[in-house]
């Protein structure tokens, strides 16, 4: 099992689950770890300790999750009270993965002394992780343990392959941000992290992933792309140009704290210019694109929208493989042939590892599909020989 993966879990409590007390004046609906309660009070507590208490917990082991929902209500008496409905977790299952500072002090240029096979490269393809988003898959401790066991999927599988060149590519939405879906009184009931809390768990998780791909290939190429969830916002107008994207952001404080680190020596960025939302990599002679996808508006639409980036001077029309997220369900389909290779051109959606989606599934009338990570195996001379999706226990 990855040691990587281990970092990102968050150890059991074998301590016993706390019960509020009998006398709470508050309705609470507790299963030992998660609950909701609604408390009536006046004056307004000043901290959310001061809800958890009131509610009959011990703030050491059980915190408010998100931000409550509050109404001002007026009391027979005329005193005004406040009503809160606030969902409770468990101290002991929010995620504890450990800081930055300390995954890079532990890192070490410790890379595998197998030969590798200089003409295959790996694609792995990160998507809409939407870390912070709490649905019906579970929230951040959930989303960490997925991700965890995937790793150890992954690393099977670049031992198997035994790449020369491994490709990190986040295709976007890595962190929920706190202006998409119903905007950001949507996001401080739904969420389970701070927008800076998303960042920092978004920064350890590619950083573990960066450190497994290095350890396995003697060149590692980490590419990113702007996207909408990541993207600085107010509601639905962008902010800035498509630069301005946590995402991106901290792929760039990644690509700084890499500098002469011995363990990252062989490790490269590849971002976006300032006002573009996509990047062209060359890898063994197979052109691949990388976008997030909401540009094309659906799936149907990729085929055309690819085909237009041509008309316009893109360098996306010059790809031979375009990868895309944001639609979070894996799907590929060919769409036009290579003046550079004569053969055809092919699209790849890759699925994501979140925690769900209900306000797809209930406005939709459709179900979410499986999660998972797409990995693609390129040959030089050959182009993509092997597409899987790696999952829990295997890979399709």
């Known amino acids: 099992m990855s040691a990587l993966a281990d970092a990102l879990r968050a150890p059991a409590s074998t301590a016993p689950a706390p019960r509020p007390r009998p006398d709470a004046p508050a309705l609470v609906d507790w299963d030992g770890v998660t609950g909701t309660a609604v408390l009536t009070t006046a004056p307004q507590p000043a901290a959310y300790d001061s809800i958890v208490e009131a509610l009959g917990f011990d703030p050491e082991d ?12 007026a009391a027979k008496d005329g005193e005004r009270q406040v009503q809160y409905w606030a969902k409770l977790r468990h101290r002991s299952t929010i995620v504890a993965t450990p800081v930055l500072d300390g995954l890079l002090a532990a890192s070490r240029a410790r890379r595998s002394l197998v030969p590798r096979d200089g003409s295959t490269a790996v694609v792995v393809c990160l998507a809409d992780l939407q870390i912070g988003k709490q649905d019906w898959r579970g929230g951040t401790p959930e989303l960490i343990e997925r991700i965890a066991t995937t790793m150890d999927e992954l690393e099977a599988h670049l031992r ?3 790449p020369a060149h491994v490709v990190l590519a986040d295709l976007g939405d890595i962190v929920e941000g706190m202006e998409s879906g119903g905007g950001l009184e949507s996001a401080l009931s739904s969420n ?100 997030h996808g909401h540009q094309a508006r659906s799936v149907q639409k990729i085929g055309d929208w690819w085909a237009k980036q041509s008309h316009g001077g893109s ?3 010059d790809a031979d493989l375009l990868l895309v997220g944001h639609y979070h369900h894996w799907a590929t389909a060919p769409s036009g042939r290579s003046i550079h290779t004569g053969r055809e051109k092919r699209f790849h959606v890759a699925p994501t590892l979140d925690n769900g989606s209900s306000w797809f599934r209930n406005a939709g009338g459709g179900a979410d599909s499986d999660t998972g990570l797409l990995t693609l195996t390129v040959t030089e001379g050959v182009g993509v020989v092997d597409t899987r999706v790696l999952r829990e226990g295997g890979w399709l």
């Open 62 to 73: 059980v915190q408010v999750e998100g931000t409550p929902k509050a109404w001002t209500m």
């Open 160 to 162: 198997r392959t035994n």
């Open 192 to 291: 389970d992290l701070s927008l800076p809390s998303q960042i920092e768990v978004a920064a350890q998780i590619v950083h573990c992933f960066v450190e497994l791909c290095a350890r396995y290939a003697d060149e590692v190429t980490v590419a990113g792309v702007g996207s909408n969830h990541c993207r600085l916002r107010r509601g639905k107008v962008d902010i800035g140009t498509p630069a301005d994207d946590f995402g991106l952001m901290l792929m760039r404080i990644l690509r700084q704290q890499y500098r002469n680190h011995p363990a990252f020596e062989h490790v490269r960025f590849v971002l976006p210019a300032e006002y573009e939302e996509h990047v062209l990599l060359d890898v063994l002679g197979t052109r691949i694109g990388i976008v």
């Open 315 to 317: 360098t996306l029309g």
